[in-house]
């Protein structure tokens, strides 16, 4: 006799089934999971890496330009400039007033040899990692003195003046003896970038007395025109300089003013009497132009134009019936000298008389004189020159060549 199974318990048990069914793949599962984990995690972790966009981390400036410092510091040096100086003594000179009052002594003073003494200093750095040295032409201007630099870690090495800058307050060193090791050296950057209120970092020997000296500020003016003592006497007119709130003292002279990456973007030129916290420095742009120039050539080669002008003023303007307010007007006010030299790359670029020339490539000539335009050229170089003739605008193009 066959058993008979109802329909309730048929159900029960395939419940059961489904239901130990469910169980083992929930376990397989599971255990599977556990076994591929560090997988799986690995996988997430790179999707959601995939899908979020990266954020940059945030450097505080104040260790930015720790860091920066630390990089550039050894490239900096002390120039010391020494001379033989005599040395005096006092001795006594015996006179006999033939026994009217007796003998009698006067003190007198007389040379007795020289001795080498420290007389100046200031600042430079190195641009080229066999010894080229940037300082400025008012620091080595004696052609008696001995000159030497001193590292930032004390190594002394004797130097050679190069080249002096006539034009503009900068001179080139290089160092005289044999070199055991390449030395750091600083880059230049783009002083024609430079914006009011950025951070710059001067570094120079501080009063000739405290080497290394760092001091922190920002641009505070650009385009700046002054006439710079040497406190000697002499004076001269510097154009296109950098002004900065960063502390330059004397001493500082001819060390480098960096942007936080550790470009040279200035030279520390002056600071000015009688105020606090200005300072200026010459743009690293007309600097580098000239170290190019000692590199290539062995001395400053300056780029040639060959016109005589004169700086458009009011009554330029009104005079002549200029239809621009600024600009270099090609004129010459000697009688019988021309204003645009035969022969000269004026000449062959087709510049005549009377034209104004209101742009050299991207700089506008105005606050910007011709001179100080050229001076961040090279020899050699194309420019584009924005001409007004009459009522007419031209575009030349100028090869400019070696002065003589």
Known sequence: ?????????????????????????????????????????????????????????VVPEADLIVDTIERVNGAVVSVVVTKDVPIYERYYERFDSGGWFGDFVVPRIRENGTREQEVGGGSGFIVSNDGLIVTNRHVVSDDSARYSIVMNDGVVYDVSVLARDEQLDIAILKIDEPLKEALPFLQFGDSDTLKLGQTVIAIGNALAEFQNSISVGVVSGLSRSI?????????????????????????????????????????????????????????????????????????????????????????????????????????????????????????????????????????VLGETDLAAALRGKAVGEDVRLRVIRGQDELLLSVTLERAL
Request: glycine share 10%; aromatic share 4%; net charge negative.
């Open 227 to 363: 006439v710079a003592s040497d406190g000697q006497g002499g004076s001269e007119a510097l154009e296109q300089v950098i002004q900065t709130d960063a502390a330059i003292n004397p001493g500082n002279s001819g060390g480098p003013l960096l942007n936080t990456k550790g470009e040279v973007i200035g030279v520390n030129v002056a600071t000015s009497q009688g105020a606090d916290n200005i300072g200026f420095a010459l743009p690293s742009r007309s600097v580098e132009q000239i170290v190019r120039s000692v590199q290539t050539y062995g001395e400053i080669q300056r780029p040639y134009l060959g016109v005589r002008y004169q700086m458009v003023t009011p009554r330029i303007k009104e005079t002549q019936n200029l239809v621009v307010d600024n600009g270099a007007w090609v004129s010459s006010t000697e009688t019988g000298v021309e204003a645009v030299l035969p022969d000269s790359p004026a000449a062959k670029a087709g510049l005549q008389a009377g034209d104004v020339i209101v742009a050299i490539d991207d700089v």
């Open 1 to 57: 006799m066959e058993d008979v199974v109802t329909t309730p318990q048929k159900s029960t048990q395939v419940a059961k089934i489904v239901l130990i069914s469910v169980i083992l793949t929930t376990l397989t599962l599971g255990g599977i999971m556990y076994l591929l984990r560090d997988v799986v995690v690995t996988y997430i972790q790179e999707e959601i890496e995939r899908d979020t966009p990266l954020i940059p981390a």
